[in-house]
Structures are given as C-alpha cells and as structure tokens.
C-alpha cells in the first residue's frame, strides 16, 4: 500500500515537472512568435537576401537660362555574390577575365570575389563597352548594374561654385555638397533572395525598389557671362603678368544674384582628383585679403550718410599725414595734392583725405565705423549657398587706436572675403540695401511646383540720397580719376581702384600686391557689379587702374551688350537725327564661322572670333539685341571634329 502511494507520488511530481517545462516551451514559444515574432522573421528574411543598391538620378544644376552646368550619365558597376563564385568551381577563371577587361590586376579582383561577404563590389563607373563584355560572359555570381555618374559639360567653367561629386555620386565640393540633400535623391535596392548556403534560389524573391531622383537646381549664374569672366581671366594669367591667382564676381546689385563667379588656376570637376586639393574651395568666398583703395567706397560712404563730409569739403594734402607718432603717405602723389574737395580726393583716391574722413567719423561717435562695417557685412560671412565660407578679418574694438581707425579708412588693417566686398558695394549701388549674395533661384521637384528662391534684403545700410551722391563721385573716378582704363563708351561706369601691399609675418611684403577694381554700370540705374582681383602680379606696373580696370572694362562691357542694356548717348546729342543707326543683331548660334560672318556683314555688323573652328556656340550681343551699326559682335567658336 504504501509502495502504491510512493509511486503515485512520484507520478505527480513527474507530472507537474513535465507540466512546468511544458509551460515554460510554450512561454517560450509565445515569446518568440508574439514578442519578438517580427524582429526575428526580418533577421531571417535578412540572411537569406542580397541586395544590390541600385543609385538615383541626381538632380541637374542649370544656368539661370536653362543651359546644363551639371548632368548624370548612365554607367554601370559591376557586383560580385562570392558564395556563388566560389561554389562555381570558377573563381580564378571570373577573376582572370574580369581583370583582364577592367584592366585590374588579378590579385585585387580575386580578393574581392572570393570574400566571406554577400555582396561586393568589383568595378564602378564602367564605361559601356567593358560592361557590355561582362553581361555577354553570363559569369556566375557577376551582375552588371545601372549607375550614373556626375558629368559637367563644360569642364572648368563655374568649376569653384559647382564643386564635384565623388564616386558614390555624393557632393564633396560647392554647390553639389551644399545641396546634397536636394540634389542627391534616395537609393534603390535589387533584392535576391539565396539559401541557406548562399545558393540563389530559383523562382524565389527577386524584388527592385525603384531610386527616387534628385532635385534639380536653377542658379543664378548665366553661362555666357561666366564664360566672358573666365576668358577674361584666361588672359591675364598668360600674360607676362603671370599673378599668382586672379578672381572675378560679377552681381546683380538690385537683387544681389550672382551672375559670374570664377577664379584662376582653377580644375576639372571631371578629373578633381588629377588636380592638387588647395584648388577645390572657392576663394572668392574663403580667402581674405586687405582690400586697399577699393574700400575707400566704405569709408566714403559712411561719411556722406553721417554727414562729417560732403562732396565740396575743402581738404589740403601735402602728400602725408601725421596720426600720433606715425605717418601715412599719399601714394599716388609723394608730394601732395595740396588743395582739394572732398570729391577730388575721392576722384585721386588720396590717402590724407580718407585718414581724415575716418578720424571725424570716430570723433562723431566712438565705433560708429565699426558699427557700418558690420552693417555693411563685414567680420562674419555673408551667408552666401556656398561651404568655407570666410568671415574676414576685424580688429578687436576693444583693441581700436587711432592708426588702426586711420589705416582701415584707406582699406589697410582690415581683411574682406571678394564676396563680403562686392555685396557692400552692391548696396551703395542699389541705393542703399544690403542683399545676401545668391546662387540657387528655385529648386525643381519633379511633378510638383518649383521652389522659387527669393531675393533677400538683408537690412538697408545707407540712404537712397548718399547711395546717388556717391554713386556721381564714383562716376568721375572712371571718367576723370584713377579708374580710366575702365571707361566703357557708351555707358556710365562708377568705380574704384585698389593697390593693396599684401600683409605677412612681422609686416607687409616686399614687391607683393593685390590689384583690384570694383564698380558698376550704368551708374545712375546699375545693371551689374563687378569685382576683379589680381593676387600678386609680377613685373612693374601692378597696379588695380593698370591690371584690373582694364578686365572690368572687357568684362561688363561685354555683359552689358549680352544683356542688351541700351547705350546711354552724351549730352551733344540732342535728338534722335543724330543717333548712330540702329541694327537688330541676326541670331548666328550653331552655324559655321564663315556662315555666321556672312550673316553678319549681310546685317551692317563685323565679326569679332574667339576661340578656332567648329560652330558658334554663343554670341555677343545676342540674337535680337538692337546696336549701332558697324558694331562688333564677338563669337565664341567650340571647335568640331
């Protein structure tokens, strides 16, 4: 009986055990099925798929006139499954033929072929010939993948602002980087399903998610004025000249769009990497430098607005002046201008005249030059659509002396980014308003509206009145003063000079200058501005009224006419009978050179060729543009095969 009793015991207690580990297998169970059912069936379906990525289109960048800056071309890249290769039996036969096509070494391709991965890839980028011959092979584990790779038409032109894209097509450099999230769009998969040996399995899950293309870009910038800038700048630098760099920004001033931004030696965004890193950034925009007599425009136009000078105030210079213990030189003439309105030394870009001016601005009011520097933009960037951007360089206030308020009222002492000083000259110029600088004008999102990118105004800096007055001053620098050689017939042109020493370790250099010319035109209701920069010219003359006054003038001459801004006639010609008669400029794009000429010289006009054989691929003025007749129009020659 009690043995009975013991077993029956024994039974129960096997029972509840068996009853325990039951229940815990089926919490067990529940956990995995309920819990963490989804996590582990996407951890199962993840092992057994590859998958190929598959790149989008990235957006185009245009010119402000629909002509493509920045394309993508269809390529392709070759993607290797190792495990499929290795059961092959075939690896080093794949590999062989792989690398003899690719024009890869043996050792490299097998590596990558035979790795303990899913996924790998052997080549990108491949030109349509190579992988056309590996499709044709039907090489086990090899697929032959579209892709698209970053193109720029015109090679160098605008190369600073578009930077370039590296080999995943993602932005490194300019606008490509600042705009990656709207150029680049969203990748897309190839799904394949294998088992649990790594063998594709027939009739299984073979899923292509689509890539989702890139936005496109619309920018400010106008090809042909681009184009203009940099043979502009092209010619400087093969001159017995030879600077070290040379820069040109050319802006709308009304609504602070930049037309031409371009700068020498520049590179191929094709082919970055053949060129030396130092070149990629955009100086115009990195690189501070002491702007010399060309921020004498600042100085000048703070005092009109507070009213310490006005264009009659007499001054006398006897070629230097005395600030404390130290003495600034009149550069221009050693032994004065002796005396003079404020006008003239403005037209004579007399140092003596513009300590002066400084010092009463400061004794008006302590900092209130500092306080217009920093309205006008200067010591912090300008918020430009652009990476690396520069803040320049500012004395501490709190470190102010009279020499450094001296010295920075004739452009010394203070150092500008290029684009910090033309948007400062630009709202002297519009009458007043500070415009950030820009690049990008709309975004273009495929089947939906674009995003248009309004001019922006900053804050107004000087009055409608003080921007007139000095705007007339300006005027007599180019037709009367130091700016001559940027005389542009036809037009009002107002502007200035600058000869900067450049400054270095323990004081300024010997023998080392940056000449510069800033203005715009037409000066009473302006159309453009422009800056140009020589960074260290060799040889005697150097300065900004020899070098750069004589580029602007090419430069915004030839904008003006493109533009097809009227010629503003002078005084003496009272009525229409004395006008020069006016033709209308035949369209002659896309034709020969001897084509073009006929059409030319059949229309009253001459024909001036830059560049060698092929077709015109633009012109100057354009097609429909009124001029006088006898005009020259230039045409820029792309030669053909």
Partial sequence: MQTTINMRKRLVLVFVVLAACLLVVLGRVAWLQFVRGSELQEKALYNRLNVMPVTPQRGVIYDRNGHELAISISTDYIGAFPQEIKDSGRAEEIARQLATILELSFAEVYEKITRNSGFEFVARQ????????????KLPGIEVVPEYRRYYPNGPLAAHVLGFC??????????EVMYESQLAGEAGKIVLEFDALAHEIPGATHRYIPPVNGHSLVLTIDQTIQYIAERELEKIMASPTNPRKANIIVMDPKTGE??????????DPNNYNKYPEELWSNPLVRDAYEPGSAFKIITAAVALEEGVVSPEDPFYDPGYIKVGPDTVHCWLSPMGHGSQTFSEGVRNSCNPVFVQTALRIEEKKRNLLYDYLYAFGFGKPTGIDLTGEG?????PREQLKPINIATIGIGQGIAVTPVQLITAVAAVANGGKLMRPQLVKEIRIEGEAPQVIKPEVVRQVISPATSKTLAEML?????EGTGRNAYIEGYRVAGKTGTAQKAG???YMEGKYVASFIGFAPANDPR????????????????????????????????????????????????ESERPEMVIVPDVVGMDLKTAQAALQQAGLEAKVEGEGGQVVAQVPKAGAKVTGGSKVILYMQGGT
């Avoid at 491949?126 to 092979?137: D, G, R, Y």
């Avoid at 930049?258 to 590179?267: D, E, K, Q, T, V």
């Avoid at 422009?530 to 060799?538: M, W, Y």
């Avoid at 004589?550 to 030839?558: G, L, T, Y």
Wanted: glycine share 10%.
């Fill in 126 to 137: 491949v030109e349509f010939t190579k992988s056309q011959q590996i499709k044709n092979l």
């Fill in 166 to 175: 590296g080999i995943d097509n993602q932005g490194l450099e300019g606008l």
């Fill in 258 to 267: 930049i037309l031409a931004m371009a700068s020498r030696p520049a590179f």
């Fill in 391 to 395: 803040s320049g360089l500012l004395i």
């Fill in 475 to 479: 005027e007599s620098v180019v037709s």
């Fill in 505 to 507: 370790p323990g004081g």
């Fill in 528 to 575: 453009l501005v422009a800056l140009v920069t020589i960074d260290e010219p060799k040889g005697y003359p150097y300065y900004g009224g020899t070098l750069a006054a004589p580029i602007f003038k090419a430069v915004v001459e030839d904008a003006l006419h493109y533009l097809q801004v009227p010629p503003q006639y002078s005084s003496d010609q009272k009525n």
